[in-house]
């Protein structure tokens, strides 16, 4: 039997509750699903790419056929020395599907053996994103809920009590 594994990329710095729902969604599609940080050039990350990596590997231990990486460099050469076909991005409003319906046809046009499929995240999570939960973290807001523990913790770390 061959095994279809979805690559799900992102810069999840940090990663939240949204992101793994969108993970164990696509779970139930995909029978393995390997979560790719990456690093924005745009943005200038809290986190390090490595403890980026320890908190998604510690926030998705409990989840079978889960594997977490990193890249460099363009997404469809990540995806295709992964063996993977497929491209998971999650959806939380519209605005959010613009974007990512532009990058998935230029992704399309690049390599069209390559398909990006949406998951939209469960409604409580739409208003969710990394940025807000920095946002909070750094006023020393309450980010219970919206973070897996070990990101709490880390965001404690990073801006104190």
Same mark, same amino acid.
């Given at each position: 039997?061959?095994?279809?594994?979805?690559?799900?990329? *992102?810069?999840? !710095?940090?990663?939240?509750?949204?992101?793994?729902? +969108? =993970? $164990?969604?696509?779970?139930?599609?995909?029978?393995k699903i390997i979560v %790719?940080?990456?690093?924005?050039?745009?943005?200038?990350?809290?986190?390090?790419?490595?403890?980026? =990596?320890?908190?998604?590997? $510690?926030?998705?231990?409990?989840?079978?056929?889960?594997e977490v990486d990193s890249?460099?460099?363009?997404?469809?050469?990540?995806?295709?020395?992964?063996?993977?076909?497929?491209? =998971?991005?999650?959806?939380? %409003?519209?605005? !959010?599907? !613009?974007?990512?319906?532009?990058?998935?046809?230029?992704?399309?046009?690049?390599?069209? !053996?390559?398909?990006?499929?949406?998951?939209?995240?469960?409604?409580?999570?739409?208003?969710?994103?990394?940025?807000? +939960?920095? $946002?909070?973290?750094?006023?020393?807001?309450?980010?219970? *809920?919206?973070?897996?523990?070990?990101?709490? $913790?880390?965001?404690?770390?990073?801006? *104190?009590?």
């Open positions: 039997m061959v095994m279809r594994a979805a690559v799900y990329p *992102g810069s999840f !710095d940090p990663v939240t509750n949204g992101h793994l729902d +969108v =993970i $164990e969604r696509a779970l139930k599609i995909f029978d %790719a940080v990456g690093d924005n050039p745009g943005k200038k990350p809290l986190f390090s790419t490595q403890e980026r =990596i320890e908190m998604l590997k $510690e926030s998705t231990k409990g989840m079978k056929n889960v890249f460099l460099g363009l997404l469809l050469d990540y995806v295709k020395k992964k063996n993977s076909k497929v491209i =998971i991005r999650g959806l939380r %409003a519209v605005s !959010d599907f !613009d974007f990512e319906f532009q990058r998935a046809l230029l992704n399309r046009v690049a390599d069209g !053996d390559i398909e990006t499929v949406f998951i939209m995240t469960k409604e409580n999570y739409v208003y969710l994103n990394s940025s807000i +939960v920095k $946002e909070i973290a750094m006023f020393h807001g309450r980010v219970n *809920g919206l973070v897996p523990k070990i990101v709490e $913790e880390k965001l404690r770390e990073k801006f *104190g009590e």
